[in-house]
């Protein structure tokens, strides 16, 4: 029986408690007073820090040349209709995170128990981080409004608050939204990055039986707006994997009153930060158009999302090293075309070296109604114990000369200047 073996009965009532009980960024509150005393439980003497409310890093060495960070998200997702939202607040655990939090608590238990990381070469830290997915954005405007945090995204926040600059490499789990025959792993997925925009049409109520020919129609540009939207994306390129994906947000309409204001945000997904404001630009467009067409305005907001994530592929050959060893695990995915997904590691990874293992033992769709785990003893049990020996893997060779920094000003810098663009 490994440590792993032991601790999964245990582990997996802990996984299956989390996914009940989803908190959406910045809210996580009960997860992470769970995580604390669950980590005091496995190591009466660990100390640990908290920031941004709910995250929490701790240590179990500080004396190597270098040290790893294992980043586990703490967040869920909004997705109402999902069969274990919360009936509040409508979050959910259908990207399951969740289970990242038990796999890096598997990992902590094992290291504890063993006293293995003392064999490592390089220092181990965990990091659980609040808020990775970009949503519930009117309540964290709210908390950047009253100086509660800089960054709407939680490990920009943590980087923005210094929790990273002790770190040198970064690694990361995610589950993936497929049924495998056998047990599976991925590496090298690439992420795009993205931008967040907001366009407010306005236009001039009137009566809408009485005196429409009076009227300025809002509802009508942002219909023109999606159809503007939809003969655009010929001119998208294909190999930068655009997704524009526009919804009605903010408006107030009745069937009597021709409607004067309607807002649409979107999301825009590029896979490198060079044409990402161009089609920025075609989108803004598009909406002026729109607005001039029918004679009302639009004024557009835009907020910067995430940057891409390009997997560090020197990291991840370690990763690979450890796979051909460990007979546990029969199926690995090399996804180098990576994916229109967007996750905040590509801005940790823009000031350090990251990779994210993805792991299969879950059905349904991510961020679907249906998403659920269905392998546990692979996803809590299997999937930790190889990601041991991949970090056993790495110490004792890793090549430092690989291993880049960038500082937070310079991440800071790259931001404000991609806002600036657009």
Do not use: W
């Amino acid at each position: 029986m490994t440590t792993f073996a032991d601790y999964y009965q245990e582990l997996k009532g802990f996984t299956d408690d989390l996914f009940l009980h989803p908190e959406l960024g910045y809210k996580e509150y009960r997860t992470s007073e769970k995580v604390i005393n669950e980590l005091k439980r496995i190591n009466p003497q660990i100390e640990f820090s908290k920031f941004s409310e709910t995250g929490i890093k701790t240590f179990l060495s500080t004396d190597k040349k270098k040290t790893m960070a294992f980043i586990a998200e703490l967040d869920a997702v909004y997705a109402p209709t999902h069969f274990q939202a919360d009936p509040e607040t409508g979050a959910a655990h259908n990207c399951g995170h969740f289970t990242q939090v038990a796999i890096a608590l598997s990992l902590y238990d094992h290291y504890v128990k063993t006293q293995n990381y003392k064999e490592l070469d390089f220092n181990l830290c965990f990091i659980f981080v609040p808020a990775e997915e970009y949503l519930d954005l009117d309540y964290r405007k709210e908390l950047r409004a009253a100086g509660k945090i800089q960054f709407l995204g939680g490990k920009p926040e943590a980087m923005s608050l210094g929790i990273f600059d002790d770190v040198d490499f970064g690694v990361c789990v995610h589950a993936i939204g497929e049924v495998f025959e056998r047990p599976t792993i991925e590496v090298n997925c690439d992420l795009a990055g993205f931008l967040y925009k907001r366009y407010h049409f306005s236009g001039k109520a009137v009566h809408a039986g009485f005196d429409p020919f009076s009227g300025i129609n809002a509802y009508s540009m942002s219909t023109l707006f999606n159809t503007a939207i939809g003969l655009s994306r010929q001119q998208f390129k294909d190999t930068e994997s655009i997704r524009v994906n526009p919804i009605v947000m903010g408006s107030d309409m009745s069937t009597n009153v021709i409607p004067n204001h309607i807002t649409v945000g979107t999301d825009l997904r590029c896979k490198t930060l060079e044409y990402l404001p161009e089609v920025a630009r075609k989108l803004d467009r598009a909406a002026q158009g729109s607005a001039y067409a029918l004679e009302g305005e639009v004024t557009i907001e835009t907020e910067m999302g995430y940057l891409p994530f390009v997997q560090d592929r020197y990291l991840n050959s370690f990763v690979e090293r450890a796979f051909a060893k460990f007979d546990k695990i029969p199926d690995i995915i090399d996804d180098r075309g990576g994916i229109a997904a967007a996750g905040d590691i590509g801005d940790l990874a823009f000031m350090m070296p990251c990779i994210q293992i993805s792991y299969g033992g879950f059905e349904g769709t991510i961020h679907g109604d249906d998403f659920k785990m269905i392998d546990p003893a692979f996803v809590l049990e299997t999937f930790p114990e190889f990601l041991a020996e991949v970090l056993s893997e790495m110490s004792g060779h890793l090549d430092e000369s690989k291993l880049y920094r960038r500082s937070f000003k310079e991440y800071k810098e790259l931001i404000d200047s991609i806002g600036g663009n657009v």
